[in-house]
């Protein structure tokens, strides 16, 4: 991995003595008010959850309700204002970002919740509504930039969760750098976490203390058009330490046909107070693709390795750059080993722009002690299905339709049914 990292680093160098940029984005800055944007984005989730061996609920208001028990059903929508200003002119440019994120409850009946859409009472009655504000500060150099505050962030090794109606949002420093041609380097020191459901700002781990400190490092770097690679380390304070590498590789085969390749690979060990348990695991997948018109067709195969399995969670519910992280399962417990085939079409090659379908069966097996009766080692397998349309002009382009459908069954745990109607609405006002 050391090797990995310094090798992107040095080509990466190599290549910028003859592929410095002309000009700078801070040298090109019109101004904060002249560059600034503001954008609107609605989204309306209907989460239907069935489970198929009588799981109860989660929550308290939902004990006398026998006859409901294992089946909950939520509706609500989520409105995102996020404001992006431009930079001040000169060689240090200045400028700020801004959030708003509310939620509505539109249904989930009585007793019915408990899908992490909304948050609950004392009484564990799921919340009318909720609001989140915040912002950030950002400085620019040439094309460096630091951001401080509040933000959503996707990295590998942390990544803010957006699977419901809101988003997660971590509070830290960001410095982002795009100084060299095909390399952008990343680093950052973050100190608080919010849930999807939450409105404090350090409320990801409701069953323990939460995130003190996570510090990351990564880069992210093109060797040529089709051959792209990523090293991104992290440290998560009396958690666990993650390192994490990507391959991907993509050729165009000519005759509407292309050929993909995906690797991605972690190695997590626990750190200092152990709050998120004992920790030994590496994890790697691969997903080799082969298009062809609006087809496309995905196998892949991932393997867990060591004592325990992949942890991620007080780093971001979206910390798993996985290929078999799917509707519900991620295929990271410990030993498992899990096969997918997937197939994917665009229906714009048969003259219908902006409808696609997508479904992936997954399977596994060898997963070590998850078995609560001892008999033999666990196995799970998930069939996902999923039509999506975005209308593609008018008042209403980018509005977009989506139905997901999962069937998750398991010799342990619970199996389910997962329904998700999804309406998604992007405005941009400025």
Known sequence: MQVMKWSVIALAVAAGTTQMAVASSQSESKGIVEDSSFNIFNRALYMNRDFKHGASHVTTANEAKDERKGYREDFGLGIRLLFESGFTQGTVGVGFDAHSLSSIKLDTGDGRQGNGLFAENGAGEAEDTQSEVGGAIKFRVSDTVLKYGNMMIDTPVFSTDDSRILPEVATGTLLTSDEISGLTLTAGRFTALSSQTGSSRDDINGKGPGLTSANIVGANYSFTDNFSGAVFFS???????????NLNYGQDLGNEQSFGLDFNYYRTTDDGQKRSGDIDNSIWSIAPSYAIGGHKFT???????????????????????????VQIGDYELKDE??????????????????????TRYITSTDIDGVRADGAGDGKRHELNLESKYVIQEGAAKDLSFRVRHAAYRANFGRDLNDTRLIIEYPLDVL
Not at 299 to 325: E, R
């Open 235 to 245: 440290d998560v304070e009396d958690h666990f330490k993650k390192r994490y590498l």
């Open 299 to 325: 196998v892949a195969y991932q393997k867990s390795n060591g004592d325990t399995g992949y942890v991620y969670g007080i780093d971001g519910g979206g910390a798993v750059y996985l290929n078999n992280s």
């Open 337 to 358: 080993q899990s096969w997918q085939a997937r197939y994917d079409l665009n229906m714009a090659t048969f003259g219908v722009p902006g409808l696609s379908f997508m």
